[in-house]
């Protein structure tokens, strides 16, 4: 048996929202039972979570998780934050078949593709793979953390059932932008992220 309470998004009330996500059941055994609202940070601004197998899925109205690098309106802004990054200008075709710049930032073995997107406050993320030690998120994740270090920045209390998660994928509930965290070993080793951008030639 697997439920989850996530009739959510007709409350403007925040502590009504957390107070709905209240359980998720991975088996018919009470003991299988996760109260998330019970040990989740209220900063993750919880909207649902699950976990099916090996992954952790975690829906969050928090706009951190779409500027995951940080909130930048320009590419030198991004560039002074995050030295580390080699950037390149690619060219993408949107629906309107006109053209616009995708601005990919290297390092090493890993890329993110941002876009100056008119309707947003800052660069969106198209895709990216980070896959080497030393980026970091805006919020601290990076490759080679422990998955407890990960889990505690979310919830402020583990549970039984996290101890058989190798991924973590958090939706943002703000925008179409999806993140993969992948463990080995109980360590953070790839992070992913995808958006509902229809570009062609990228």
Excluded at 77 to 89: A, E, K, T, V, W
Excluded at 165 to 194: P, Q, T
């Amino acid at each position: 048996m697997i439920w989850i309470n996530t009739n959510v998004w007709g409350f403007s009330n925040k502590e009504r929202k957390r107070e709905s996500v209240v359980q998720f059941a991975i088996g018919s055994n009470s003991k299988d039972t996760i109260d998330f609202a019970s040990i989740v940070k209220g900063n993750t601004e919880l909207v649902e979570a699950s976990i099916n197998r090996d992954t952790l899925k975690i829906v969050s109205e928090n706009r951190s998780f779409f500027y995951p690098f940080g909130r930048y309106k320009s590419i030198s802004l991004i560039r002074s934050h995050n030295p580390l990054f080699n950037i390149i200008i690619e060219k993408a075709k949107l629906p309107n078949r006109s053209f616009t710049n995708i601005y990919k930032l290297i390092y090493k073995n890993s890329f993110v593709k941002l876009i100056k997107d008119p309707d947003l406050e800052g660069l969106g993320v198209v895709s990216g793979k980070i896959k080497d030690k030393g980026l970091k998120l805006q919020n601290g994740v990076e490759v080679g953390m422990t998955k407890s270090a990960f889990l505690n920045l979310y919830f402020n209390d583990s549970a039984p059932q996290f101890e058989k998660i190798k991924v973590v994928e958090i939706i943002s509930g703000a925008a179409g932008i999806w993140h993969y965290y992948y463990f080995k070993d109980d360590v953070l080793s790839s992070i992913a992220f995808d958006s509902d951008y229809v570009l062609d030639g990228i």
